[in-house]
């Protein structure tokens, strides 16, 4: 079911259709040698498989779908320094200084962007800049304060506005306070991706498209089984987040409960006129706000709005969704109440029980990278630079987040949905009230 939704949810995409694909590689067949696999063509494979073919290594990267179809190549583009969970889970689990060294690593995860752009000039209509914004009173407090942690215990300063000043930064009625922040940003990601994706193959690294893992044979040496191939490797890196277990159930089922995948959803209008974007968002920053159920939102370089938000977590879309993101688009901007949406799309995400990352190994060879919780566009980049140096001996950073502590979602495969529902109701109410 999760995979049916999938597939349906990406015909039409804004994203793919502003592209270009190369050919589809042809799936894996036969058996084959490695020294690492990688399974998952998204951000965090790839960025694995790069960083580990700069280190010399024979890497295979297996995809069962096509490169970025996934989360990677319909997100909502946004790049943005720290973590889906806030700085709470590390400062709890693992104290003040090694919560900063994490603050720290997702600002090099912007940085990190930004290189691989040029060093494979990845043409992905990055900007920057980036509006946290609070629509009441109680989330403005909320937003105040924690810009002030961040600047006071992580020196990251944002220019704060509240009341009519937010007007300088975005033209909405809706918003009693905005953070704006010059070091997260914006870029396309499915180009982004399918730039990442012609770097790995520059570099050495085969990619088989349509290569699903049904079996993973786990050992001093690692065996990867597809419908029509195997690969054996030293290491294996899982890095298929939500959708591994739907391929291959018995691949991870270690890892699989401790992540939920869901829904999300996005609209693209008619392209606009270029002088009503330069007024209704002034820097053109990406834009957030500080609800758990959230909407996020940007200026594309073409001029449309592409605004997401709503989420689910069954794999049912929600009815009449168009005229749903419709209507929330025109209340955060009453003048794009008549604009045509041309485009809507959506796909699943992957969430830890604390919205924190969860990264880790199975055994001595077998990594895996998981819940990035709606922050992947930087934080899976890292990931796989990351564990990349931990495959070549170097863990340090990596264990760093493997030392965060995970629990398993409650209620098992048939009631950790509706246990999850109930648990976002609450917060729904909280964000209102």
């Given at each position: 079911m999760l995979l049916d939704s999938?597939?349906?949810?990406?015909?039409h995409s804004y994203y793919e259709a502003s592209v270009t694909r190369d050919a589809v590689?042809?799936?894996l067949q036969g058996h084959i040698h490695a020294d690492v696999l990688v399974v998952g063509a998204g951000y965090a494979g790839l960025s694995a498989a790069i960083e580990l073919a700069q280190r010399g290594h024979q890497v295979v990267v297996l995809e069962a779908d096509r490169v970025c179809a996934g989360a990677s190549g319909r997100n909502g583009g946004q790049a943005l320094a720290g973590y889906a969970s806030g700085q709470e889970p590390f400062e709890a689990q693992l104290g003040k200084a090694q919560a900063r060294l994490a603050w720290d690593l997702s600002l090099a995860s912007l940085d990190l962007i930004d290189q691989r752009i040029r060093d494979f000039q990845i043409d992905c209509d990055r900007h920057h800049g980036y509006l946290h914004v609070a629509d009441s009173a109680h989330k403005a407090r909320a937003l105040a304060a924690d810009m002030q942690a961040h600047a006071r215990d992580y020196d990251f300063v944002t220019d704060f506005a509240m009341g009519a000043e937010v007007q300088r930064y975005i033209a909405s009625p809706l918003y009693h306070a905005c953070a704006f922040d010059r070091k997260s940003g914006q870029l396309h990601p499915l180009k982004y991706g399918l730039g990442l994706a012609r770097a790995a193959r520059s570099l050495g690294v085969q990619i088989y498209e349509y290569s699903a893992v049904t079996a993973l044979e786990r050992g001093k040496q690692l065996t990867a089984t597809t419908a029509q191939g195997s690969v054996t490797a030293s290491f294996g890196v899982l890095a298929g987040n939500c959708m591994l277990a739907e391929y291959g159930p018995k691949v991870a089922p270690d890892i699989a409960p401790r992540i939920m995948p869901v829904g999300t959803y996005m609209i693209g209008t008619a392209p606009l006129d270029p002088e009503l974007c330069q007024r209704l968002i002034p820097s053109n920053a990406a834009v957030c706000d500080n609800n758990f159920v959230l909407d996020y939102f940007r200026f594309s370089a073409d001029h449309r709005m592409l605004f997401g938000g709503r989420v689910t977590y069954t794999t049912r879309s929600p009815a009449n969704l168009k005229a749903l993101m419709a209507t929330r688009m025109a209340k955060v901007f009453p003048e794009l109440r008549n604009t045509p949406v041309e485009f809507l799309?959506?796909?699943?995400?992957?969430?830890?029980m604390n919205r924190a990352p969860d990264f880790g190994r199975l055994g001595d060879n077998l990594y895996y990278l998981q819940g990035f919780s709606g922050h992947g566009v930087a934080l899976t980049g890292l990931a796989g630079q990351l564990v990349g140096q931990a495959v070549a001996g170097q863990a340090g950073q990596f264990d760093l987040f493997a030392q965060l502590q995970h629990r398993r979602f409650p209620g098992g495969p048939l009631l950790r949905m509706p246990?999850?529902?109930?648990?976002?109701?609450?917060?729904?109410?909280?964000?209102?009230?």
């Open positions: 999938d597939t349906q949810l990406n015909q590689a042809p799936p799309w959506g796909g699943f995400v992957d969430i830890s246990s999850l529902v109930l648990g976002t109701l609450y917060h729904r109410l909280r964000d209102v009230l």
